[in-house]
């Protein structure tokens, strides 16, 4: 990482020797270069742990290691060698804390013991875990309800760790289980499970070896899903077409050098990958899918048989589509109509067809619309249940997908409760819980008091910044499970407890030895993980051990034997067979090498939704309730050196920028058009029915972006984004799209 401020342009394909030459940097700032080697070798493999990195499943098992840079960063920032001890906390006020920035707040290292907040020093102090257990089980159990309590979950808490916490919370008594899918793939979820019967991706890695075509909309694999550009490459050089649709112009998606391919490297040979690359403008989505389906039901080219016994609501559709007006379809998608009959004809010339896609669909007011219009494109080309054809929804954290196989959902089916209810001999709660926004509003209107994190940093990954920090300063309790010093902790209720636990690649040794967890990849392969660095901390718990001593505290008369299950993960994997369908035989299946797949309807064409068939949906382009007069949308994307929240350094290689993140990409037009030039500096203003949001001190890009579109990183943006302006049904935050105007910065 670099501290000096420049923009340039890349020109180099992603991956390549500055990949090679980033993650030494990063273990080398991490202090792990002697362990890190060791560490590297055993992610991704059959005894080794899952890279905390990605949801994007593993290759072959058996294959050799897999490089991939991001997961590097990921690895090194969990296995520094750095430390947050009580002498640092002694040392600093929340006050100073608070006034650091997330980058500052990373790089202090792993927490290492449980702590409490003393407001009259305004300072976190070392506490026992017993007292700390006794603590919020003292809280949860004065209150007048259970659903005045929130229980929060990020993507990377294991399979075991999630199912005994889902157990946990509602033998507690309320389905309060937010998680960061609310703010992440929600929309594909509501959208497959409506129209497919099953909310996941049906493809798997060898349908990436044999599709003919692979579209991929709104998602940035170069930064997010590295070791996808493998597959990617793979599919290009046997002349696959890849199509991506990016307002923006991503690297990563153009050309790729394998840093695992000796001729890659030193012969400075690379691969194109997207052969064609459209620009929609932001939000222009449903357009083009409407647009394609279009094409591809005027010129006939439906799979009759498959529609006919498999799917309901064609005729009612291709009316709908038929009649889509193209001047409509041009300026909503900002393509032309030749660019978009250009795709729907490479479309339908392919015979298998894998669709992709990522937050830049999934955080839109549309978004659900927008991917039932992109599952409706498959469906009318039978582009489902054959080899290397499907959707391809590419999740984020690592277990996000998994975490809701466990249970971990505000909404759960009264089957599901039923069997868990049955299972260990309770009565569950059958009211649905608040969603991300939904426990927002609840500790804002001070409806909930108690906000407890399994992971994540809810503080800095939700919208509409400055009110969450308002609800969660009015709560009486927040406590934080996490690995590292982050925003969430700062930003406290009346009493506030940090917990710190094992990460992935740690020994986690219980009664019964040394312990694997399981997690499930985006492409719903369970499989083991087992660390094998010592703990950051003698005075770590794992979070499944975490859950079950809390749950001994809080729950005196459970019949579930809390802490006998933590014993020996096995035992608990034991219980997840007994609920949850398709884990059956657990333990036996999750010991084959690569783990087990889970059983995906769709690839059998079976399709349990209501009416048990494939749903073709209409979606009226007009309707987007959040048009608004502001003269330019934002869309809040990942830098190169961030993992969501988690700030591992300052450049953002493919897009030339370093040693700054306060940028703020925009086309040479829009420049012209606001008497702007490249390099000054800017305020951005959202603008909404409640009023205006303001952030300050960007400075601009010239970038190859469709005019009308900005962009910036999150989480320094998440202020301008409208707790309000999410998506119809799945309240994902539209974050997006983010209505805003641009002024010149006082500050310059
Ligand atoms: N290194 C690293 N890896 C990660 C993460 C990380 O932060 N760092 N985060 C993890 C998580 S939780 C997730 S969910 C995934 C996220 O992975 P991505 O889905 O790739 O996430 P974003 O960086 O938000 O990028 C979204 C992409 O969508 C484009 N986009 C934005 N708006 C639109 C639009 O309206 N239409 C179209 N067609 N495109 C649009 C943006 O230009 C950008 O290229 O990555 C996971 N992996
Ligand atoms: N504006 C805007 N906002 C967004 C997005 C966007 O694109 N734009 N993306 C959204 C998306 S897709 C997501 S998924 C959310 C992410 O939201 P979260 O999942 O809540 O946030 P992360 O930044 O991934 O969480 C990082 C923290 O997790 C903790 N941690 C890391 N590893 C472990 C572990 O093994 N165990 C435990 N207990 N803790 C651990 C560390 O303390 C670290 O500080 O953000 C959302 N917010
Ligand atoms: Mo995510």
Redo the contacts with the bound molecule.
């Keep these: 990482m670099s501290d000096k401020k420049s923009i340039d342009v890349y020109l180099k394909p992603a991956g390549g020797w500055d990949a090679l030459k980033s993650s030494w940097h990063a273990l080398r700032d991490q202090q792990v270069v002697l362990k890190g080697a060791g560490t590297l070798l055993r992610a991704n493999q059959p005894s080794g742990f899952d890279c905390p990195?990605?949801?994007w499943p593993d290759r072959n098992p058996h294959s050799t290691f897999e490089f991939c840079e991001?997961g590097v960063?990921?690895v090194a920032n969990e296995a520094t060698s750095k430390r947050v001890t009580r002498e640092f906390f002694a040392e600093h006020s929340v006050q100073w804390l608070s006034q650091q920035d997330d980058h500052f707040l990373e790089a202090q290292g792993r927490l290492t013991e449980p702590m409490a907040y003393d407001a009259a020093g305004d300072r976190y102090r070392p506490i026992g875990w017993d007292e700390a257990f006794a603590t919020i089980a003292g809280s949860l159990n004065a209150l007048a309800s259970p659903d005045e309590a929130i229980f929060y979950t990020s993507?990377r808490t294991s399979n075991e760790a999630a199912f005994l916490y889902q157990l946990f919370v509602r033998e507690y008594g309320t389905n309060n289980l937010p998680d960061?899918s609310n703010m992440?793939?929600e929309a594909s979820g509501v959208a497959l499970t409506e129209q497919l019967g099953s909310g996941k991706g049906s493809v798997t890695l060898e349908d990436f070896e044999l599709a003919e075509a692979i579209f991929i909309?709104?998602?940035?694999?170069g930064?997010?899903?590295?070791r996808m550009l493998a597959e990617l490459r793979d599919a290009s050089r046997r002349g696959c077409r890849i199509v991506a649709?990016?307002?923006?112009r991503?690297r990563g998606l153009e050309r790729f050098a394998n840093p695992q391919s000796p001729a890659e490297m030193l012969g400075g040979g690379s691969t194109k990958i997207a052969s064609e690359y459209y620009q929609?403008?932001?939000?222009?989505?449903l357009a083009?899918a409407t647009a394609l389906a279009k094409v591809v039901v005027e010129r006939d080219a439906v799979d009759r048989e498959f529609i006919a016994t498999h799917t309901l609501g064609f005729e009612e559709f291709a009316a709908s589509v038929r009649a889509a007006d193209w001047d409509e379809l041009e300026r909503e998608s900002g393509l032309s109509r030749a660019q978009l009959e250009e795709a729907a004809g490479i479309y339908i010339d392919s015979r298998a067809t894998i669709l992709c896609?990522?937050?830049?669909?999934?955080?839109?007011p549309r978004s659900v619309a927008t991917i039932q219009m992109l599952a409706a494109l498959l469906l009318l080309r039978g582009n489902i249940g054959k080899p290397g054809a499907g959707p391809c929804p590419?999740?984020?954290?690592s277990n996000?997908q998994g975490d809701r196989t466990m249970g971990i959902y505000e909404q759960p089916s009264p089957a599901f409760l039923d069997r868990l209810g049955a299972e260990f001999d309770f009565q569950p709660p059958r009211e649905h819980g608040y969603d991300t926004i939904g426990a927002i509003e609840a500790m804002h209107d001070r409806r909930a008091s108690v906000f407890f994190a399994m992971g994540g940093n809810f503080a800095a990954a939700t919208p509409d910044s400055a009110h969450v920090h308002e609800a969660m300063r009015r709560c009486e309790l927040t406590v934080h499970v996490s690995t590292k010093l982050n925003r969430s902790h700062l930003v406290h209720g009346r009493q506030a407890l940090i917990l710190p636990c094992l990460g992935r690649t740690e020994i986690d040794l219980q009664a019964n030895g040394p312990q694997a967890v399981t997690v499930e990849d985006s492409m719903s392969m369970v499989h083991l993980s087992s660390g094998m660095n010592p703990p950051a901390s003698d005075y770590l718990l794992s979070e499944p051990a975490i859950v079950a001593r809390l749950a001994a505290a809080t729950l005196p008369r459970s019949r579930t034997p809390w802490l006998w299950l933590v014993e020996d993960y096995d035992r608990i994997r034991e219980r997840i067979a007994q609920v949850i369908s398709g884990f059956e035989d657990f333990n036996r299946r999750v010991r084959a090498p690569g783990g087990f797949h889970l059983h995906h309807p769709g690839r059998e064409r079976v399709f349990p939704t209501a009416s048990g068939k494939a749903g073709f949906f209409v979606h009226p382009l007009s309707s987007d309730s959040s048009k608004s007069e502001a003269p330019l949308r934002l869309?809040?994307?990942?830098s190169?050196d961030?993992?969501?929240t988690?700030v591992y350094g300052l450049d953002d290689r493919y897009r030339g920028v370093h040693g700054l993140r306060r940028v703020c990409f925009i086309s040479t037009h829009d420049l012209q058009r606001l008497g702007l030039r490249d390099g000054e500096m800017v305020d951005i203003t959202s603008l909404w029915r409640d009023g205006e949001r303001t952030v300050t001190g960007f400075r601009l890009v010239e970038y190859d972006i469709p005019s009308g579109c900005l962009?910036s990183y999150?989480p320094e943006t998440n202020a301008l984004v409208p707790l309000e302006h999410h998506a119809e049904r799945a309240r994902t935050p539209a974050s997006?799209?983010i209505p805003v105007r641009l002024s010149r910065s006082a500050a310059a």
């Design positions: 990195g990605c949801a991001n960063k990921a993507g960061c992440c793939h909309f709104g998602q940035n694999p930064t997010n899903h590295p649709f990016n307002p923006l991503e929609p403008r932001i939000g222009g989505d083009v896609w990522g937050m830049g669909i999934t955080q839109h590419v999740r984020g954290h996000v869309m809040t994307v990942r190169h961030q993992y969501n988690t962009a999150f997006k799209s």
